[in-house]
């Protein structure tokens, strides 16, 4: 684990996200100033309802990214259905098109990469729940830029297979379980006060 005050936080998760991501995102206050970046494997071709539902469940103002949007604190970004989520060097988001990344669009490991670049130990990086292996190069590339590198408990996880795969590419990742990583949040996140 990094001493380096939190600057962000990039949570990735795929089947079972919406259960995974709100049991962190609920236990947050609304006065956690980290920004959250989420990026959830999502259909393509439909709007998603993730805004809506993780707002009505979360404290913090949850909205879909947009591109060139400066980062606020206090605020989880979703990247939108069928656009990668990327955070530029100068800490804005930026979507992209460009091809999926393990089938997905948008793609975990586009946002951890990104994300590392532009926090290096500043990032916290947390795969989630998922049935691919997203998210395992994006965590090992947070990790070599000093930041913190967390799975959840595959044991916990309603499909571990990206948890197992994160934890393989990366052993320095902790494993936790849900409510340990919001109390891992929470606590690095009021240090940062």
């Not at 970004?77 to 979507?95: C, F, G, Q, T, V």
């Not at 990742?173 to 009021?190: F, K, P, V």
Request: aromatic share 6%; hydrophobic share 40%.
């Amino acid at each position: 684990m990094s001493d380096t005050p939190i600057e962000a936080i990039a949570i990735g998760a795929s089947s079972g996200a919406v259960e995974a991501v709100s049991a962190i995102l609920t236990r947050l206050p609304n006065d956690f100033t980290v920004p959250i970046f989420v990026v959830v494997h999502v259909p393509p071709d439909r709007p998603s309802a993730l805004v809506e539902v993780f707002q009505a469940k979360c404290p913090l103002n949850v909205s879909e990214a947009e591109d060139k949007e400066p980062i606020e604190s206090s605020h989880v970004y979703l990247a939108p259905p069928d656009y990668h989520l990327m955070i530029e060097s100068d800490k804005r988001l930026s979507l992209s098109s460009e091809e999926p990344v393990h089938y997905s669009r948008p793609a975990i490991d586009v946002l951890f990469e990104t994300a590392a670049d532009a926090y290096g130990p500043g990032l916290v990086g947390i795969v989630l729940t998922g049935a691919n292996s997203d998210g395992a190069d994006g965590l090992r590339r947070i990790a070599d830029c000093g930041g913190t590198p967390i799975v959840q408990s595959p044991e916990e996880a309603v499909s571990p297979y990206m948890p197992t795969a994160a934890k393989e590419a990366c052993p320095a990742a902790s494993t936790m379980r849900l409510d340990q990583i919001a109390e891992y949040l929470l606590n690095q996140g009021q240090a940062n006060d």
